[in-house]
């Protein structure tokens, strides 16, 4: 159902943009979004939007992460500014519809110090 791009090996200060490509209709979703992962630690949100409008962005990232969507093309997308080092681990696209949820397959995200 998602299909996710854009993940790489940058340096500190770089930029990515993560696309996520749904396989049905994300307006239906109850929520999308992207979410990290690093060894040891539990996935966790980086930014989605809920059905009805809102967005959530975590705090850490909010000044320098872009999320957005574009609901035609079934997309969602995460534009990372200034990255660091921090941020690295695997980025996955998730959603919640239909009775269950979601995950993307994940993709890297290394940022060198």
């Known amino acids: 159902l998602l299909a996710e791009s854009g993940g790489g090996l940058v340096e500190a200060g770089g930029s990515l943009r993560l696309t996520c490509e749904a396989s049905?209709?994300?307006?239906?979703?109850?929520?999308m979004g992207w979410y990290r992962q690093v060894p040891g630690d539990e996935r966790e949100l980086v930014a989605r939007?809920?059905?009805?409008?809102?967005?959530n962005v975590v705090d850490s990232v909010k000044d320098r992460f872009t999320f957005s969507r574009d609901n035609a093309k079934n997309r969602v997308f995460l534009q990372m500014n200034d990255l660091k080092p921090e941020d690295t681990g695997v980025y996955y696209c998730?959603?919640?519809?239909?009775?269950?949820?979601?995950w993307g397959q994940g993709t890297q995200v290394t940022v060198s110090s």
């Open positions: 049905r209709m994300i307006s239906l979703l109850n929520h």
């Open positions: 939007f809920i059905k009805g409008g809102d967005t």
């Open positions: 998730g959603a919640n519809g239909w009775g269950r949820d979601y």
